[in-house]
């Protein structure tokens, strides 16, 4: 998973890439157990994502595009919107479920 800044994901949304992004926040165990279920997605990536992640203790200004203070966060972007949001880490099936759902795959 790649570590961006607000500024690399604003780019990479500019020119429409799909795009897997959580917002995490340094000492948030929810946010560490995400690691492998996160790099299992990754790693089986059918939909074709960039995954990235965003440190909110790094860039606080993140925290605009969410509409919680539940962290970790994850957006699933494509086409130059938030297609779908989830927040909390709610294991591995969920997550694979959120992403599925919110790309319309099986």
Same mark, same amino acid.
């Given at each position: 998973? %790649? ?6 994901? +604003?780019?990479?949304?500019?020119? $429409?890439?799909?795009? !897997?992004? &959580?917002?995490? &926040? +340094? $000492?948030? $165990?929810?946010? @560490? ?5 996160? %790099? ?7 939909? $074709?994502? @960039? !995954? ?21 966060? !994850?957006?699933?972007?494509?086409? &130059?919107?938030?297609?779908? &949001?989830? !927040?909390?880490? +709610? ?9 599925? @759902? @919110?790309?319309?795959?099986?």
């Amino acid at each position: 998973m %790649e570590v961006w800044t607000p500024d690399q994901l +604003k780019s990479r949304l500019d020119q $429409g890439g799909k795009v !897997f992004l &959580k917002i995490w &926040k +340094k $000492g948030c $165990g929810a946010c @560490t157990l995400s690691i492998p279920a996160i %790099e299992r997605l990754e790693k089986n990536n059918i939909h $074709g994502l @960039t !995954f990235a992640q965003i440190c909110s203790d790094d860039h606080p200004e993140i925290l605009e595009i969410s509409d919680s203070e539940v962290l970790p966060a !994850f957006y699933v972007f494509a086409e &130059k919107k938030m297609l779908g &949001k989830l !927040f909390g880490f +709610k294991g591995l099936a969920k997550l694979q479920e959120f992403v599925n @759902t @919110t790309l319309q795959s099986p």
